[in-house]
């Protein structure tokens, strides 16, 4: 079975300041990760993958996240957040081995403060 | 990029009637559409996974009589919630894996729906 975790429910963060958001995982396989935003009554909005190669993945609005085998982590990280940046980030998984179904983490709500 | 357009966007219905959602890949063919439901505050729950041409495949706990589940083409799923009851009220997101390579998915906009 696969599994993600969020662990923070809420990130503060000062506008400006670097951004990251956590995210640890459990497959048996190989994993393919996923980083999505949610906005308020919206869908996910896809920030970034990790399937295979460079470690350090950069994506959408500045984003990018480093895949750790060794660590089963996937953080997501900006080195300077903005206010726009203020929304719902999801973390997930797929099983490179078992089928194409995704599981989420539970979600990290992200506050930047001007 | 694929888009997915999912409608309606918000629907309120009396409780014990029935609420179609549609989810349509414009401008590519998606074999597999997922269906996720999401509570306030709370992730995103895979409800079921659907294949084009054949049967939904519905995650544990989901009644498939309740939440039916239509793929009838390469461009269209629908989910029926069927006798609508007050908590069935959530937020519903559709998704379908566009075929660009692994791990390409793309998620509707979601549908708020509100059973009074």
């Known amino acids: 079975a696969q599994s993600v975790a969020q662990p923070e429910d809420q990130v503060n963060v000062a506008e400006g300041n670097p951004l990251t958001v956590k995210c640890t995982y459990s497959?048996?396989?190989?994993?393919?990760l996923f980083w999505y935003v949610q906005y308020p009554n919206r869908g996910l909005q896809f920030l970034l993958k990790?399937?295979?190669?460079?470690?350090l993945v950069k994506g959408s609005y500045g984003f990018e996240a480093e895949f750790n085998k060794s660590q089963t982590s996937f953080h997501l990280k900006k080195p300077s957040a903005l206010v726009s940046d203020s929304a719902l980030y999801f973390c997930a998984v797929r099983d490179a081995a078992a089928g194409n179904k995704l599981t989420f983490g539970g979600g990290t709500r992200v506050l930047v403060k001007p | 990029g694929a888009v997915v357009s999912q409608h309606p966007s918000r629907v309120i219905c009396k409780s014990g009637t029935s609420v179609k959602i549609e989810c349509r890949s414009l401008d590519f063919q998606a074999t597999t559409m997922f269906w996720y439901r999401q509570f306030p505050k709370q992730s995103l729950m895979l409800m079921a996974t659907s294949n084009e041409g054949s049967k939904a495949t519905y995650e544990q706990g989901v009644e498939k009589d309740k939440f039916l589940i239509n793929h009838a083409s390469l461009t269209l799923s629908t989910l029926t919630v069927t006798s609508a009851h007050p908590e069935d009220s959530s937020f519903y997101i559709c998704?379908?894996?566009?075929?660009?390579?692994?791990?390409?998915?793309?998620f509707g906009s979601g549908t708020r729906l509100t059973v009074v």
């Open positions: 497959v048996s396989g190989n994993p393919y």
């Open positions: 990790y399937i295979t190669g460079d470690n």
């Open positions: 998704s379908a894996k566009t075929g660009q390579g692994e791990g390409s998915y793309t």
